[in-house]
């Protein structure tokens, strides 16, 4: 409700829809985007709350910027995922006695902290997934 407040006061103070127009196509872009997953894997695969904390992302940063926060949180997700799975692997074929990891590519990980994390990340930083692929792109293509 606060970021779509804001949003709307943007909108008042430039008198322009721009600012109202991104918040809601980029909220409503992620959300019908989880939810599909959601559906799609049965709430196996992503859960349908991922679907309203994508909803209230989109609607904070837009359409764009939005896009940036959950790429980056899933990055970071999946990285951690990956440590600790590899975690998990030492601890058993090295049988550390300090480390009892027990992960497997079953283990389930809450995507929320890592959106979360991504959100504050391209809240707060210029991290910019979407114009690195953008450089890289033109780079390859345009030496």
Do not use: C, N
């Not at 998990?88 to 300090?98: D, E, P």
């Not at 997934?129 to 293509?141: E, H, I, K, N, Y």
Request: proline share 3%.
């Amino acid at each position: 409700a606060a970021a779509a407040t804001a949003s709307l006061a943007q909108s008042f103070s430039i008198r322009a829809l721009a600012p109202l127009s991104d918040s809601a196509l980029g909220g409503m872009a992620l959300f019908l985007f989880f939810l599909g997953v959601s559906f799609f894997t049965r709430s196996k695969g992503m859960g349908e709350g991922d679907a309203y904390v994508a909803l209230a992302i989109g609607i904070l940063l837009g359409f764009s910027r939005g896009i940036e926060a959950v790429m980056l949180g899933i990055w970071i997700g999946t990285a951690f995922a990956i440590i600790l799975l590899l975690l998990s692997s030492l601890s058993k074929k090295f049988r550390l006695s300090g480390l009892s990891l027990h992960a497997t590519m079953k283990t389930e990980l809450p995507l929320v902290p890592f959106l979360a994390l991504g959100t504050a990340l391209a809240l707060f930083t210029d991290l910019s997934p979407l114009s690195w692929a953008a450089s890289a792109t033109s780079f390859l293509f345009h030496p």
